[in-house]
């Protein structure tokens, strides 16, 4: 079984804080990288993808990979009360279509 | 717009009575998958389809079917749905499609609420 693990919180940080979020995953061959946001109710929407080791920036998220140490965490800057939601970490084991999803971790951001 | 969508949005039925949830992408997609959302449970994957005619099991396929006879739609069939179906279930889609873009990054439609009684 391709395990895919996350906390899953919650994770409360107040308003201008940085969110740290960590996603372990099992399958040493695993190939790209996703962080998924979904408020409650709603479908999971795409924020980050990241394929290689180090960081990768995309305005106030940061993607960091680490394939030896078979982790991917997520920075979120100047967090938002509206950054409140689940971050769903995701792993493509192979080159293909399949992702692995993590269960999830919930974010607070307090005013 | 590229997007994913499903049919009905909400639904509430009541045990053993067929229904079928649709589902249908505009990005010619290879790849589809249908998941259900349980509180504590994440995404569980129930059945992908890597292209027309071409259907596999997932992780949690009893009770369900589906089928692909169009690039475009992936309807899920519960023949005699039971209250443990009741979840929130998403279609997703990727694949290559008409831009070229990445097969592995998966696209969600809004999701439908089902509820059995």
């Known amino acids: 079984q391709k395990e895919v693990e996350q906390n899953s919180g919650p994770l409360s940080v107040p308003e201008g804080a940085i969110a740290s979020l960590n996603c372990t995953y099992s399958d040493r061959g695993s190939q790209s990288f996703f962080w998924y946001r979904q408020y409650s109710g709603k479908s999971p929407e795409l924020i980050m993808f990241i394929y290689s080791n180090g960081d990768k920036e995309d305005g106030r998220f940061t993607a960091q990979l680490n394939k030896a140490s078979q982790y991917v965490s997520l920075l979120i800057r100047d967090s938002q009360p509206s950054d409140s939601a689940t971050y769903l970490c995701a792993v493509n084991p192979a080159s293909g279509y399949a992702l692995n999803f993590g269960k999830g971790t919930s974010l607070l951001v307090t005013p | 717009e590229a997007q994913v969508t499903q049919n009905p949005r909400y639904l509430i039925t009541v045990t053993g009575k067929k229904l079928t949830v649709t589902c249908s992408q505009n990005?010619?997609?290879?790849?589809m998958s249908w998941y259900r959302q349980d509180p504590g449970l994440g995404l569980r994957q129930i059945y992908y389809?890597?292209?027309?005619?071409?259907?596999d099991k997932g992780d949690v396929p009893e009770g369900y079917k589906v089928s692909r006879k169009e690039k475009r739609n992936f309807p899920l069939i519960l023949e005699s749905p039971s209250p443990n179906q009741t979840s929130l279930y998403f279609c997703a889609s990727s694949g290559s499609g008409t831009s070229g873009g990445r097969t592995d990054t998966q696209y969600f439609g809004p999701g439908t609420r089902l509820t059995v009684l």
């Open positions: 990005m010619n997609h290879e790849y």
């Open positions: 389809s890597m292209n027309v005619e071409v259907t």
